[in-house]
C-alpha cells in the first residue's frame, strides 16, 4: 500500500513523503492552564486527521502540566507527547523549540499546528527557520487534498483583505501553520475519552539556555475580544466616536464589551484592540450586536459564527442583516439605549446588580470603550 502510494506521489511529481504521516497539534500553556485556541486547533485537527487516515497527536511542553495531557486526549487527541522539566516552567523559544524540533524528527507528523499568539508565532517560526520548510501565518480556514498529495491547504486574508490566499507546501515537510483564536470550534470535552500519554525528555539544561526570566509584568485590564461572550460593535453607521459611547453602556448592562468595524477604527473613531474582522479579531461570543454595520465580508469573516447575532441599521436592506438572527431597522441612537435601559430594569428585577464585579465591563475596560 505504502509502495502504491508513493509511486502515487512520484506522478505528481511530489517528493516521497510517506514517512510522515498524523496532525500534530502544539498545546500552549501559561501557569498550567491552556489557550482555547489549543483546544480549538484539536477540534480542526481531528476532522483533518479524518480526511487523511491518520492520528490526531498533540504535544505538551511545561512543568507540571500533565493535567493538560490527559484535557489534550478529552478534546480528540488520540496521542498526546508530554514533556515536564523545570527548564520549560516558563516559555523561552530555544528549549521549547529543541523539544518540538527533535520530537517531529522521531514522530515525522505530516502537518503541524500552532495558535496564532505571540507565544505560537513565536515559536513556529524559530522551528520552521531549522527544519527547514514552509509556514502559513494566521490562517482562518484549514483543510487538506485527500491522498495521495496530503497537501494541507491553509487560507488566510490576502491583498488588503479583498481576496482569500490558499498557500500550499509542496517539497518539504511537516506542512505548518498558525491559526487564528476564535475561528475553529473545540470538540465538545469528553472525560471518558482515552488515548495514550507518550513522556518524551527534554534536551537542554537549564545552564545552557542563554535566556532567564524573571519575572511577567501582567498587563491588566486588556481587551479580550476573543474570549468575549457579549460582544456590542459599532460601524460608520454611528456617525462618529460620540456614539461609541451609548455601545459602552449597552455593554456594561450586559457584561460585554465593545468591538469595531474596520471603518470605525480606520475613521480613528476607537482603537484598534476593538476591531473586530480579517484583520482584526475573530470571535465566537454567544450573543453580538452588530450596530450601524454594514455587513461587508470583511467584517462578517470575523463574526459570523457568533451563537446569535442582533443587528441595528437603519438600512433594511443592509448585508449585514443576511447574517443576524434578530434585526431591527431603526435609530439607533434610540433602539440601544432602549435596549440597555429595558435590561437594567429586568436585571433589578431580579435581583442582579448591574456593575458588579461579575456583570459589567471593568473600569478600565469601559475607557477603553469609550471613542478616542
Not at 72 to 86: I, K, N, S, T, W
Not at 150 to 173: D, G, H, N, V
Not at 349 to 369: H, M, P, Q, T, Y
Request: proline residues 4%; glycine residues 10%.
Amino acid at each position: 500500500m505504502a509502495n502504491e502510494q508513493s509511486q502515487e506521489q512520484a506522478d505528481t511529481g511530489m517528493p516521497d513523503w510517506s514517512a510522515y504521516r498524523g496532525v500534530l497539534i502544539v498545546v500552549e500553556q501559561r501557569d498550567g492552564a491552556a489557550k482555547k485556541v489549543s483546544w480549538q486547533l484539536l477540534g480542526e485537527g481531528k476532522k483533518l486527521a479524518a480526511k487523511l487516515e491518520a492520528p490526531l497527536m498533540a504535544l505538551v511542553l511545561g512543568d507540571d502540566v500533565a493535567h493538560l495531557a490527559e484535557e489534550a486526549v478529552h478534546y480528540g487527541a488520540d496521542r498526546v507527547f508530554l514533556c515536564e522539566a523545570p527548564e520549560l516552567r516558563t516559555y523561552r523559544t530555544r528549549p521549547y523549540s529543541r523539544v518540538c524540533l527533535k520530537l517531529i524528527e522521531e514522530a515525522k507528523p505530516e502537518i503541524v499546528l500552532f495558535g496564532a499568539t505571540a507565544t505560537g508565532r513565536d515559536l513556529a517560526g524559530a522551528i520552521a527557520t531549522h527544519l527547514p520548510t514552509g509556514l502559513t501565518a494566521d490562517t482562518t480556514q484549514l483543510d487538506v487534498e485527500p491522498p495521495p498529495s496530503r497537501l494541507l491547504l491553509a487560507s488566510r486574508p490576502a491583498f488588503s483583505e479583498k481576496m482569500m490566499a490558499t498557500i500550499l507546501c509542496k517539497q518539504y515537510r511537516p506542512q505548518m501553520a498558525t491559526a487564528r483564536a476564535g475561528v475553529f470550534q473545540a470538540l465538545p470535552k469528553d472525560a471518558a475519552r482515552e488515548g495514550e500519554i507518550v513522556r518524551i525528555e527534554a534536551t537542554m539544561r537549564e545552564e545552557e539556555i542563554a535566556a532567564q526570566v524573571l519575572d511577567f509584568l501582567r498587563e491588566t485590564g486588556k481587551l479580550n475580544l476573543e474570549e468575549s461572550e457579549i460582544i456590542v460593535a459599532g460601524g460608520r453607521g454611528l456617525g462618529g466616536p460620540d456614539a461609541f459611547g451609548l455601545l459602552a453602556d449597552l455593554a456594561d448592562a450586559l457584561g460585554g464589551v465593545v468591538g469595531a468595524s474596520r471603518a470605525a477604527v480606520d475613521a480613528g473613531w476607537i482603537g484598534h484592540e476593538h476591531q473586530v474582522g480579517q484583520t482584526g479579531a475573530t470571535v465566537r461570543p454567544k450573543l453580538y450586536f452588530a450596530i450601524g454595520i454594514s455587513g461587508a465580508v470583511q467584517h462578517t469573516v470575523g463574526m459570523s459564527h457568533a451563537d446569535v447575532v442582533v443587528a441595528i441599521n437603519k438600512d433594511e436592506k443592509a448585508p449585514i442583516f443576511q447574517f443576524a438572527h434578530y434585526g431591527i431597522v431603526g435609530d439607533l441612537f434610540k433602539i440601544v439605549p432602549a435596549i440597555a435601559e429595558e435590561i437594567r430594569q429586568r436585571r433589578t428585577l431580579f435581583g442582579i446588580k448591574v456593575g458588579s464585579a461579575e456583570n459589567s465591563l471593568s473600569a478600565d475596560a469601559l475607557e477603553r470603550s469609550e471613542a478616542k
